[in-house]
């Protein structure tokens, strides 16, 4: 049985492996003031051309959405999400356990735009109802999708025009960052939003995320709010160590691409045979259509998500690839379904 349900089934690259052996009998700091935490912080300042923003490493990516967002906003001001939003949708109501509300709009490809920020402001006048002050969107979206740099300038300037904040879930950033069509360069981020992550666990790291807080004012007493929301991890070098391998050969964008590639090859081998897609993804997430019955001697080789169904006879699957996925899989997953599709004459 292989596994296309997610990009985390897998351990960790063998060079986190390593050094995290070869440091393991070493004493150091805790709680992420270790030589190896600031030395990847330093790097990724680096890598993205800032100085100027604080850095802060975290296990998981709810862990980080519900910490900054909670730090972030006061307790009557809410967060608009699109409809498919993590923080919406996945997230088991955290981010409304700190007692902010998250506010639904309606998108068809997983994108938030001004407009519907506009819309959002106009149906929340007063104080008989939350305060919208946080845009929070990811790249790439919960579908697939990515912000090209316009789309995300254009984000930037209406929350800056209207005060809000620009917040980014980067749980698959290098994804995004790595797809075809991409035009968002790293250095970008600082500039354009006022908070990101960068997500390690889906893209080659045992755990952990990067948050990169870049607007001034929410910097303040930060670390403060991590160790209230139990997230300042003592031994915080076993985050810092794998963030400074990722980055310090690149290896995080090489994984990265790898994943992107076998999404890709799975996703022309699936259209080779005629089959269409749900979205046009670019990332390491695909959702093809498929005929039921496909489907059903699929799940007898492969695990994944029925993501949608689409009528009575055809459903939508997501098939997502990792830094570890084999070419051979891909190519056997293939195979298999021109073979059904020749079993069962369906098209």
């Avoid at 296990?59 to 307790?75: D, E, M, V, W, Y």
């Avoid at 104080?127 to 919208?132: F, Y």
């Avoid at 607007?215 to 031994?235: M, V, Y």
Wanted: one cysteine or more; charged letters at 25%; aromatic letters at 8%.
């Amino acid at each position: 049985m292989y596994s296309f349900k997610n990009d985390y089934s897998e351990g960790a690259h063998p060079n986190i492996l390593k050094a995290l052996m070869e440091s393991n009998m070493e004493q150091s700091e805790g709680y992420g003031e270790d030589k190896y935490s600031l030395a990847a912080i330093t790097l990724l300042k680096d890598k993205m051309k800032c100085d100027e923003v604080d850095i802060h490493m975290f296990c998981g990516g709810t862990q980080t959405n519900l910490t900054a967002i909670s730090a972030f906003l006061r307790p009557h001001e809410a967060v608009i999400s699109a409809s498919t939003g993590h923080v919406l949708v996945h997230e088991t109501g955290a981010i409304e356990a700190t007692g902010h509300k998250v506010i639904s709009m309606k998108v068809d490809d997983g994108k938030l735009k001004p407009i519907h920020i506009k819309m959002t402001l106009e149906e929340h006048t007063d104080e008989h109802m939350v305060k919208p002050k946080m845009v929070y969107i990811s790249n790439p979206t919960e579908i697939g999708s990515i912000y090209k740099k316009q789309e995300l300038k254009d984000l930037s300037e209406c929350c800056r025009l209207n005060n809000l904040i620009l917040y980014l879930d980067g749980a698959r950033l290098g994804s995004a960052l790595c797809s075809k069509g991409n035009d968002i360069e790293f250095s970008d981020l600082p500039r354009l939003t006022d908070a990101f992550y960068i997500g390690g666990t889906k893209n080659g790291a045992l755990m952990g995320e990067a948050l990169v807080i870049c607007r001034e004012s929410l910097k303040e007493d930060f670390r403060f709010h991590i160790k209230q929301k139990g997230g300042l991890l003592a031994k915080g070098r076993l985050i810092g160590i794998q963030f400074l391998e990722l980055f310090k050969e690149n290896i995080f964008f090489d994984l990265a691409k790898h994943a992107n590639d076998m999404a890709q090859l799975l996703k022309m081998g699936i259209s080779n045979c005629g089959y269409e897609f749900l979205i046009d993804s670019q990332t390491n997430q695909i959702f093809p259509i498929l005929p039921n019955k496909i489907i059903e001697k699929l799940k007898e080789k492969y695990s994944f998500y029925i993501w949608q169904k689409i009528d009575e006879d055809n459903s939508a699957i997501r098939l997502v690839t990792s830094w570890a996925t084999a070419e051979e899989a891909v190519k056997s997953f293939i195979d298999d379904i021109t073979i059904f599709m020749n079993e069962f004459y369906v098209v």
